[in-house]
């Protein structure tokens, strides 16, 4: 099973994934936020700013922005797109009288005109006050995962103050010019320039600088910015990929997560998906702790039991990429709704995949949705395409889903969750042996299927029959889709459950108990 074992994984490179995420759920594209702090960090060079700060700046930049999508639910319910209001956000200087009609044309987008007056009556007794903490909220869950990163000051104090602007107007404190750290300007910069030069080059890009100096932004920056837009601006895509070569291999950002550090950065990673939607709180932990406790169930090696518990954390960071408009949607999906579903597991492999040793995580988080008769997403997988593994993590999913509310039905008790998966086994949706298997690790009390002399598990007699036949281990894996290791793993169980200790007696032992009729 591919996975991370005691490889270390860079703080940075776990911030890396997130900071796509954030992309994703501002209505951005992947990779975004790595274009900005490209920008400010250059910026910071032509300042005669220090190592210090560009380090502050990198970890900063790729933080500031994960907390946008805390209160995405309650962004659906007053303006509709969540995605499409963040994206759009960056497109107004918000001043206090822009900010009102910004705020205004989102609300009423696509309303009647009775709705209209409907939804700005209530929006003028609450939403405003909605609309502002959501805003602080935003700072305070971000610096919240800088703690829990061990970040130092310095960065928790430029995500701090990356949502206030030059003329006071911003949020959480309304500090104003020179009271706001340099680092803190350069991200809140460069944030919005990369946005307008994506969009229409460098000209635009400037000509937003200009709009917004003294009211967002720090008017001697914007100068010095005109000055070198052309450089600073200049192959941005290459310099993505440059900065990050440099971060992996300089001492000073090599922090690094293993072991229980890396699991703890991963259930915090987690987190921060599930609390997307208020119908997902603890969904990923959930998942989580039932395929690894499921993967003990099968006879599988610990290390395969902690490669599930690690993608169980991190396989919904796709959903982040679609609109709480879809997610926490009461009524019927559009086919434009359903595409955006199936496509969230990919983005979470794309997202995994910008890091060397996550890669192989996301490849196996990716599956979850898929099913063995071809059924699910998002590439139709069938049959032994899809790794044990994943079949695990994908029933596991299901189950947990079930017992969770969601906007067009309550939630399921455990029994209708049992009866759901036995269901998807009957229509060859998912294994009989791994349903079994997630049943009993979710506490169920269910009798085995006849035929399993020695209380030796549907897989365990499948690699009897092989290593009867005389296959070894290797052809056995190959044969059933499963590592090697896995494969020894259930040999040993194999061997201890029958009490045998080679394969002349297991085959013995095979023959006499009818296991080679069928």
């Not at 700013?49 to 962004?75: F, K, N």
């Not at 993505?240 to 890396?262: K, M, Y």
């Not at 703890?264 to 395929?291: M, N, R």
């Not at 019927?332 to 983005?347: G, K, V």
Request: net charge negative.
């Amino acid at each position: 099973m591919g996975g991370v074992g005691e490889e270390e994984v860079s703080v940075a490179d776990v911030l890396l994934v997130l900071s796509l995420g954030a992309d994703l759920g501002m209505g951005q594209p992947m990779e975004h936020v790595q274009r900005e702090v490209v920008i400010a960090i250059r910026l910071a060079e032509l300042l005669g700013m220090s190592p210090s700060d560009y380090r502050t700046i990198y970890y900063a930049g790729l933080v500031a922005w994960v907390g946008c999508h805390i209160d995405a639910y309650e962004q659906a319910k007053w303006f509709g797109d969540d995605l499409a209001l963040k994206g759009d956000w960056r497109l107004v200087d918000m001043t206090p009288m822009t900010s009102r009609m910004f705020a205004l044309q989102h609300l009423t987008k696509g309303l009647s005109p009775g709705e209209v007056l409907d939804r700005s009556a209530r929006f003028a007794r609450h939403g405003r006050r909605d609309a502002r903490v959501m805003i602080e909220n935003h700072w305070y869950a971000a610096d919240q995962l800088a703690r829990q990163m061990g970040l130092d000051e310095s960065v928790r104090i430029t995500v701090q103050q990356t949502f206030e602007r030059w003329d006071g107007n911003g949020v959480p404190e309304s500090a104003a010019g020179a009271a706001i750290t340099p680092t803190a300007r350069l991200i809140n910069f460069a944030d919005v320039v990369e946005v307008f030069h994506r969009a229409g080059g460098v000209d635009a890009a400037v000509k937003i600088a200009r709009e917004r100096s003294a009211s967002q932004f720090d008017p001697d920056l914007v100068n010095l910015f005109c000055r070198h837009a052309d450089a600073i601006l200049s192959d941005l895509d290459d310099a993505v990929a440059h900065w990050r070569d440099i971060v992996r291999s300089d001492p000073e950002f090599s922090h690094a997560l293993t072991g229980n550090s890396l699991d703890t950065a991963l259930a915090a990673l987690s987190d921060f998906v599930d609390i997307k939607s208020p119908y997902t709180l603890g969904h990923s932990e959930a998942v989580s702790s039932l395929a690894a406790a499921t993967a003990s169930e099968l006879g599988l090696p610990e290390s395969d039991a902690k490669t599930l518990r690690r993608a169980g954390w991190v396989h919904d960071l796709g959903r982040l990429g679609v609109s709480n408009s879809v997610w926490d949607a009461v009524g019927p999906l559009t086919e434009a709704d359903r595409e955006q579903i199936r496509i969230h597991p990919y983005l979470t492999e794309r997202m995994l995949a910008y890091s060397n040793q996550l890669n192989d995580l996301g490849r196996l988080a990716a599956m979850h949705h898929e099913r063995i008769d071809g059924s699910g997403y998002p590439r139709a997988m069938e049959g032994r395409a899809i790794p044990h593994s994943a079949q695990v993590l994908a029933v596991a999913d299901a189950y947990i889903s079930k017992l969770e509310p969601r906007p067009y039905r309550p939630a399921s008790t455990k029994d209708e969750a049992m009866e759901h998966l036995r269901a998807e086994v009957k229509e060859g949706k998912m294994s009989g042996e791994i349903v079994d298997s997630v049943l009993v690790a979710a506490g169920h009390r269910i009798r085995r299927r006849p035929g399993s002399p020695g209380g030796l598990t549907p897989r365990e007699i499948e690699v009897l029959r092989l290593l009867a036949r005389g296959s070894t281990g290797p052809e056995i894996a190959e044969e059933l889709a499963i590592s090697k290791k896995t494969v020894g793993s259930h040999i040993e169980h194999i061997y201890a459950k029958i009490g045998v200790t080679n394969r002349a007696r297991a085959s013995l032992y095979a023959v006499s108990h009818g296991l080679m009729d069928h």
